[in-house]
């Protein structure tokens, strides 16, 4: 019998989590051939990551589902602190040693974000939220879905054509499987409690790939297919397969504590069960509450309990009773017990990064695949998503030739160096709520109440993840002053936008549109369809000479030999690359659309001018005065023009005279189309 002959696809997605479906949403918009394939017959209904960040529900909402999920959530407003005193190493003494509420503070820093922090459940049904949200959005786009029993057997890479943009250098064996043996056991409560847990996903339990192939290629009633693609990325989990093929190492630590998680109805007194808690017992260890959606209470529980000899419990004889009496050691005098518990897991403490996130820039790693932490910061979803949120559009724009394969390596020196401050993030984080001495980590001294509040105001920043500021590349413009001379008229100190942040994603606030005066939010703006936008803001339009300088930077812009001109496909819209928004500070009522350039407001002989591309920083009727400018510190006598990328980072901010120099930032990067 002959052999089937290979099957070609641009990208093979290893693994149907969170971050696979977000390269997904990418490729499918972007008109991709892709294909996702993840080795369990059946999608994951319970458990694992629920926490969503600020910055995720912004990603979310840049495809037109954040507003659904955000309607779905639990939205966390408040953190609160338990202690119990008496102790001298919290440094708050009672005579009594009771559990006490400490303090309060804000869950997401004030301002940061138009969305706070959230919790949900990614697979829960009915509700079906975010996985069912990202594939919603996959099969509105494309025909993609997700080929379910499916593992990988092999993976090489065929060196004599990674070179060549239009060549499948990578070769992979799958292995078409039936449902029985690829969904584990685990999942269908096998274990002596009953009740579904994650110790398949978890590290205390070994990875089970290798005997679900074994099984699989002794079975007459599997199939084997080899696949040739342009570029594979392993989304495959901690135990990545696909991580193992390429080489790459994990770097970092493992330590000895060992947490539980319990997704539970909790019938309690203790008064703050629906707000985010942490509550730390002076001999008992620490807690964390998050509420959830439907009375639901997920608990993460450090396990301090001891067997029958005074050891501390076999990790392998952990249990939903054994968490349940530590949390309720914990919580004392404050009672906790539970008719309904969801879903419970244990994992060991440790923070690892892998030794690269690529080979070739042929296959990529992302998410828990090549950095691995605790949960407790709620980061592990999202960090995962927004590594692919920053890879899709890079592979899209490289596969179709409009970017030049050097652009791939900027997902590595990017995401990396993210991955790497979520560790040293993690590593202090973990050990002060475990309760370990923190003298190296954050000055001297025991923890105390103080200090573990403080450590989530630092964090704050951080786990909400607008915070994320990307280094000088060819695709983010942070040359030292020195290297750009006045004349190029470009800002490298944010001089003409003090209140944006060159590598950081663009800010957020109110403006209206110039032709029905409906406000929006800047970054609603901010389609994740695979466009560049360069961002006017030409100041007051009512000034002459703003005016006069707007018009020529319109003149710029459309001429034939401008970068809106070369590097967009002739037979393609003139914003199909590139889509230019405006912001003036003129009132409304004093500027007309139709007296401005073209340029900002694209002719159609189909659908006429374009309404939606000029904006105004006034006041609304309903909603308020957005401030964009005061906020983003530009001055109306100046004015800017900012660069943002495809994932709404910025690259570059220039005058209104840079067009030169934005053109030479594109040409260190595209290609110019015929």
Known sequence: MTEPEPTQVDVLVIGAGPSGLMLATWLSRCGISTRIVDKRASRINSGQADGLQSRTFEILDSLGIGADVWREANHMLEIRFWVQTGAEDFKNPDEHGQLYRSDAMADTVPGASRFQQATLHQGISPLRICIDYLLGYVHKHSSIGVERGVIPESLSIDANFTDSANEYPVSVTLRHMLEEGTVPEEIHGSHASGVPNGLFRSNLTADDTASLLENAQSSTSTRSEKVLAKYVVGCDGAHSWTRRQIGVVMEGEQTDLVWGVMDIIPITDFPDIRYRCTVRSQEFGSMM??????????????????????????????????????????????????????????????????????????????????????????????????????????????????????????????????????????????????????????????????????????????????????????????????????????????????????????PSFKVLNQSDARPWHFQELLQSNGCWRIAVFPGDLRDPDQFARFTTLGHALAAKDSFLRRYTPRSEAIDSVFEIITVHSAPRSSIELLSLHEVFHPFSEETGWDYNKVFVDDVSYHEGHGEAYKNYGISPLTGCVVVIRPDQHVSCISSLEGVRRIDSFFSGFMIEQK
């Open 289 to 506: 509450i998050i509420p959830r959606e439907n009375k639901l209470v997920r608990l993460y529980i450090q396990i301090t309990e001891k067997d029958g000899t005074g050891n501390c419990v076999k990790r392998s004889d952990i249990s939903p009773e054994i968490l349940l009496k530590s949390a309720q050691k914990i919580l004392a005098p404050y009672k906790l017990s539970y008719k309904h518990c969801h879903w419970w897991t244990a994992y060991g403490i440790g923070q690892r990064v892998g030794s690269s996130f690529s080979v070739q820039n042929r296959v990529f790693l992302a998410g828990d695949a090549v950095h691995t932490h605790s949960p407790k910061a709620g980061q592990g979803m999202n960090i995962s998503m927004h590594d692919t949120y920053n890879l899709g559009w890079k592979l899209a724009s490289v596969i179709k030739h409009r970017s030049d394969p050097s652009l791939l390596s900027t997902y590595e020196t990017e995401r990396r160096k993210i991955a790497q401050e979520l560790i040293t993030f993690d590593h202090k984080f973990s050990r002060i709520f475990s309760g370990r001495p923190v003298k190296d980590i954050l000055g001297d001294g025991a923890i105390d109440a103080e200090t573990l509040q403080e450590a989530f105001k630092k964090g704050n920043t951080f786990t909400n993840g607008t915070s994320v500021n990307y280094d000088c590349s060819i695709l983010v413009s942070k040359e030292l002053e020195s290297q750009a001379s006045e004349a190029e008229n470009f800002a490298q100190k944010n001089d003409l936008a003090t209140g944006i942040r060159i590598g950081m994603r663009m």
